[in-house]
């Protein structure tokens, strides 16, 4: 069969439909869907992508008898238009343009005013009564046609666009500063001027035959699939080179014909909040191009009613029909003939987190689509914009203006926070309990900086990556945080900050204002108002009534379906009670990483913890122990009283120890009068302690095996603390975790250690808990001896930033240079700190689950490295088996989602398919269909997943590029002082 090369449109009906994208392009395919159901469009024509094709394969040559197939199809836009292409008396004009499958948007070429000659342009003069308006048309098209067919570019970087430069001359001749402002006879010689040049650079003269324009320019369009711009667009996005492009050739209309046309374009809803409301802008009088340059001001949208009532009811009849039709928000272009409609595109518009929520809700509502649908619609990280503090667009776009611009780092935490600057924790402290808001501002922050972080709206480091302490206290508490902004150095005697801008050194002192934008990694001089996410008031700070706060309810809404949705639990990374009453508002079903070296460092711990590592003796040792212990019994009751009868797990000690021994002469001296030790004592055990590679040093169970009054200190306060809360009527489930572990034995050491605590605890209580003694895999040992492990441990938990770090050989606090680079080559998809690396500790994970679930079938499973709040790694952490996912309080709700997705994709991938009733019973109620293992199979949600599957693959290579951009941008920073390594290989 003869391969269909052209696809028509218009008049009510198409011959292609809106699946027909791989076809007819994304623009191709709308066009023919609008036609079908009966928006108004200007009648075309589509030559497929396969042509375009065959075009390449033909070494750049239109397929024999396309020309045949054309002159068909312009009969029939002919029939329906009453135009004919160069009819001297009624001539059709066309605009031929690309359309790939996806949008690319502006990578590649158009031409518009196509079928203009001397001869049609008098036509056209006559015929609309405006020949400035027809001349205007034919300079326009002389000058694009140079352009794009011709390839009349500037020919050296400093060059002008040769029509540009002709069309300068002619302005300043005339003495006038506007093209609008050019007489009908000066575009007369314009046309003249552009058709001498294009005779003088190519040696040929302009086509005045419109159909060889038309087929030149189709061969232009083709041609442009392989320019410099798609070229490069494809590769970021990783689209191959063979999807090709379409070619839509349609009969223009124009919106400056006077004063009752008009073009303008529009969302069905508001993008930026997802308000149910039409939203756009329009110009009377005006070409589309006018729009997009801004030298006029466009009217709202709304205010078209009053001009046009007649115009604005069909406007409002397209909204509808095409949000009905394509089941989702859409953006459009329209024009406006002398009185007559046109859409010109369709398609879907891109939206906020926050305008993503709302839609994805309202259209379930409206029953448009499934609450599957609508779960997979959003992006998980999108969520952040719900929970966290913004600036004010406007505000904020002025700041820039005015060039209060100042850096850009990588965004840890995101949200906006506007404060006064300090440089050390304590200040933070003391100047946030007087009453100041202030932004902690640091080289890098240690765990010593924890309570002035606490305080801080946000921080701002100048090292480190998105695993750095900073960038994960800042997810753990929600506060915002750039990190590793390379332009900031500190002098921190003076108490001054310099940014290296591009407009010079700049200086901050202590207490200036400063505003950080954590979502996009900019820092901006002075304060910049913020608004409080409405969810964070009604969960966290609990200072708003649900009733009254609609995001709030959205956002709920959306988390109950997607916990209907999910397999996967999630609990969350959490080491105070406050933190735990944080993570049960957003859905936390346990802790699974309780770090208690956290609780060291604070009131009153940070003196005991470093007797207990200066000691000498076991017995000094178990001094200091047994005072921390009630201190510690005390922090583990807290949590559990908040937790509840939800579980929790402990770590026991993990980081090198003197990484809790103070760095000053201050410090030193307060510890050496506590333990009556002298100075010189206390700084040869500092030295002693030092260790060259701590994060592969004395750290995790090592610790405990070396000192196990630690662990038994630690045990016992847990199973006291749970004791005293199951007192208080708390059924409590502990789960002891043993950090770092590569081997079973060095499990069987400290699970015996446990179990004999918890054993005496219980006597002498004269009660029991249930408990586990479990241990995290974070070691690529431990995954290969899994099976091994498994015969002691009760549960396992992955610890991906210690896999991540010990699988590639790179410490987590040194990635930066090795990732600009790696990044910018291409090496790495992206930062394996951030989203799970599947090859390599990925293929570890599998090994230990495996192994695991080998020895013991019912083997608990979870993830606690920061990977458990990334949707990507989620979605891994779902394929794999895991029976939950931990994360930072934060980022529980993007971790719903994404295990709700995953789940959804799975049951979407299933091959048996059901009966029409349930999928019919699960296209309404997708939630429900997602807890039962018979439902996995359901047409419904077949349906739903293939079409996520495309748009998240998407966004996840999106969210690549984006990091990688971010980071690969960044120049690479030089060593730093040995103190600040030091520091920044402090505890995470
Ligand atoms: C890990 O290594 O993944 C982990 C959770 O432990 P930490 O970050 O405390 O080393
Ligand atoms: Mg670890």
Redesign the pocket.
């Known amino acids: 069969m003869v391969q269909k090369r052209i696809y028509a449109f218009g008049g009510g009906k198409a011959e292609g439909n809106k699946d027909m994208k791989e076809l007819l392009g994304g623009k191709g395919a709308g066009l023919a869907e609008m036609s079908n159901i009966g928006i108004p469009v200007p009648p075309g024509f589509t030559i497929t992508t396969e042509v375009c094709t065959d075009y390449y394969r033909s070494g750049k040559r239109l397929p024999r008898g396309l020309d045949a197939e054309i002159r068909q199809a312009l009969k029939r836009v002919g029939a329906l238009t009453g135009k004919g292409l160069g009819d001297a008396k009624n001539p059709l004009l066309v605009s031929v343009r690309s359309g790939a499958r996806v949008s690319m948007p502006g990578m590649m070429d158009t031409v518009l005013n196509l079928g203009l000659n001397d001869e049609t342009v008098e036509a056209l003069a006559a015929r609309s009564g405006n020949p400035r308006f027809a001349w205007d048309s034919y300079r326009r098209f002389v000058a694009m046609f140079g352009d794009v067919v011709l390839g009349m570019k500037p020919e050296r970087k400093e060059d002008r666009d040769p029509f540009e430069e002709i069309l300068e001359h002619k302005k300043h001749a005339r003495g006038v500063r506007f093209d609008s402002e050019l007489p009908v006879e000066a575009l007369r010689e314009l046309v003249a001027e552009f058709k001498g040049e294009i005779q003088r650079r190519k040696g040929k003269a302009f086509p005045d035959d419109p159909f060889e324009q038309l087929l030149e320019a189709v061969a232009a369009v083709f041609r442009s699939w392989e320019n410099d711009r798609a070229v490069a667009y494809r590769k970021m996005y990783g689209y191959p080179s063979d999807w090709g492009t379409a070619v839509t050739v349609q009969s223009m209309v124009f919106g400056n014909m006077g004063e009752d046309s008009g073009t303008g374009v529009a969302f069905t809803r508001n993008p930026a909040t997802g308000d149910d409301e039409f939203y756009g802008e329009f110009l009377v009088n005006a070409q589309g191009e006018d729009v997009v340059a801004g030298t006029r001001t466009p009217q709202k949208i709304a205010e078209l009613a009053a001009r046009w009532p007649n115009i604005a009811r069909q406007l409002e009849d397209v909204r509808r029909k095409l949000e009905r039709h394509y089941r989702d928000m859409q953006d459009i272009e329209f024009t406006i003939e002398q009185g007559k409609l046109y859409v010109l595109q369709t398609r879907t518009g891109k939206r906020t987190g926050l305008a993503a929520v709302r839609i994805a809700v309202d259209l379930a509502a409206d029953r448009l689509i499934t609450k599957g649908e609508a779960l997979q619609r959003i992006d998980p990280e999108a969520l952040n914009h719900l929970l966290r503090p913004i600036f004010d667009a406007d505000r904020k776009a002025a700041a820039v203006k005015e060039g209060r611009f100042l850096a850009k780092g990588l965004p840890a935490g995101p949200g906006a926070a506007s404060g006064r600057l300090v440089f050390f924790a304590n200040d933070a402290e003391a100047w946030r309990t007087r009453g100041e808001t202030v932004v902690l501002a640091r080289h890098e922050t240690s765990p010593e900086d924890i309570r002035g972080m606490a305080a801080a709206e946000g921080f701002l480091t100048a090292f480190g990556g998105m695993t750095s302490h900073a960038a994960l206290v800042a997810r753990q508490m929600g506060k915002v945080a750039i990190v590793g902004c390379e332009a900031l150095s500190f002098d921190y005697h003076a108490r001054k900050m310099t940014v290296a801008t591009e407009a010079g050194a700049r200086t901050f002192s202590e207490g200036d204002s400063i505003s950080i934008d954590g979502s996009t990694g900019e820092v901006l001089e002075g304060k910049l108002e913020t608004r409080p996410s409405e969810v964070i008031q009604v969960l966290v700070e609990k200072s708003r009534d649900p009733a009254d706060a609609p995001v709030y309810r959205e956002f709920a809404e959306v988390m109950a379906w997607a916990d209907d949705a999910r397999r996967l639990k999630v609990r969350a990374n959490a080491d105070q009670p406050d933190q735990a009453a944080v993570s049960i508002a957003f859905g936390a079903q346990g802790i699974g ?1 309780c ?1 208690t070296e956290h609780m060291f460092f604070g009131e009153g711990k940070i003196g005991p913890m470093r007797e207990m590592i200066v000691a000498e003796t076991v017995e000094d040792r178990r001094a200091a122990l047994a005072k921390l212990l009630p201190l510690q019994r005390e922090d583990f009751r807290g949590i559990f009283l908040a937790m509840g009868p939800r579980p929790t797990t402990i770590r026991t000690l ?1 980081p090198p120890l003197h990484e809790f021994l103070p760095q000053d002469e201050k410090g030193v001296a307060s510890l050496a009068a506590a333990t009556g030790k002298s100075v010189e004592r206390i700084r040869a055990r500092i030295e002693e302690l030092h260790e060259s590679n701590p994060m592969l040093g004395h750290r995790g169970c090592r610790l405990g095996i070396s000192y196990p009054e630690i662990t038994e200190m630690q045990a016992r306060a847990i199973f006291e603390a749970a004791c005293d809360a199951a007192d208080q009527g708390v059924k409590v489930e502990p789960e002891v975790m043993i ?1 770092l572990v590569g081997a079973k034995k060095e499990l069987d050491d400290q699970a015996a250690l446990v179990r004999q605590v918890a054993d005496e605890v219980f006597r002498a209580r004269g009660r029991k808990v249930k408990y586990l003694v479990g241990t ?1 895999i ?1 070691i690529p040992r431990g995954a290969l001896t899994a099976a091994e492990i498994a015969k002691t441990a009760e549960f396992f938990s992955f ?5 991540t770090q010990t699988t590639f050989g790179l410490s987590r606090d040194d990635t930066g240079p090795v990732l600009a680079t790696y990044l910018q080559k291409d090496i790495w998809p992206g930062d394996p700190f951030v989203s799970i690396d599947r090859d390599g500790v990925g293929a570890l994970m599998k090994i230990g689950v495996a192994g695991g679930r080998a020895t013991n079938p019912g083997l608990k499973l979870g993830i ?3 990977h458990g709040g990334d949707p990507s790694s989620v979605a891994f952490c779902h394929e794999i088996g895991l029976d939950y996912v931990s994360c930072s309080p934060y980022r529980l709700p993007i971790a719903r989602l994404a295990a709700a997705q995953a789940a959804l994709r799975d049951r979407a991938a299933a091959p048996a398919r059901p009966s029409k009733a349930a999928a019919k019973k699960v296209a309404a109620r997708p939630g429900k269909a997602a807890s039962s293992a018979k439902a996995a199979a359901s047409a419904a949600a077949v349906r739903d997943g293939k079409r996520a599957k495309g748009r998240n693959g998407k966004v996840a290579a999106a969210a690549a590029v984006g990091i990688g951009a971010a980071i690969a941008g960044k120049s690479i920073a030089k060593a730093t002082r040995r103190a600040a390594k030091a520091l920044a290989r402090r505890t ?1």
């Open positions: 990483l770090r993990d950090p995290m974070e610890g991906t930033n210690d896999l606690c490295g920061e995470r």
